[in-house]
């Protein structure tokens, strides 16, 4: 396939598609190169940007998605009419912040950090798409490991979990309890 048709083949996956989509699973339906389909989606990436077009493709470690340009979402909110969904609360941001700086861990491990019960915001997290179950810790009881969903990384506004910010100094969470070593390999 030539890369003018590629490129439009992606377009019309990505678009259609609504959610994020593997490049592992572009590859397979277009039965193309990994090479070629991460080129031509970093080239339809930086043509939308460059045109100051009113959607952008965005990266997602390894997935790809259409989604609104920033200064454009509040003028489609409000021809659509849709509410934001609400902000994270205080406490979820709390969460989120400990999973993404330490996950995968355990919901045991987010209360030892926060020093208080996370069972309701961790499962609001999950219910949400924010949080995603990573598989189980392998001592007794095997309590769920809990990673960043593909949504941590749109509210978060990063492509990666590599992109998160230093701590600032002095501030430092404790070492995860071991979890990404001993986690079972039957993941969700």
């Known amino acids: ?34 090479e070629a389909i991460e080129s031509a989606l970093s080239a339809l990436r930086d043509r939308l940007s460059y045109g100051r077009s009113g959607i952008r493709l965005v990266q997602m470690e390894d997935a790809w998605q259409f989604c609104t340009a920033p200064e454009y979402a509040a003028v489609v909110r409000r021809t659509l009419e849709t509410r934001r969904p609400p902000a994270l609360s205080g406490a979820a941001l709390e969460v989120l912040a400990i999973v993404a700086y330490r996950g995968p861990v355990t919901r045991a491990f987010v209360e030892k950090v926060r020093g208080v019960d996370s069972s309701y915001t961790v499962s609001s997290l999950c219910d949400r798409g924010i949080l995603e179950e990573a598989g189980r810790l392998d001592v007794p009881g095997r309590p769920i490991l809990y990673r960043c969903a593909p949504a941590a990384l749109r509210i978060l506004g990063i492509s990666s979990l590599s992109e998160l910010p230093p701590l600032p100094e002095g501030e430092e969470l404790p070492p995860s309890d071991g979890v990404s070593a001993a986690a079972s390999e039957d993941e969700p």
């Open 1 to 34: 396939m030539d890369a003018e048709t590629l490129s439009h083949a992606l377009e019309a996956i990505l678009f259609t598609s609504g959610d994020p989509v593997s490049v592992e699973r572009l590859q397979k339906s277009l039965e193309e190169p990994r």
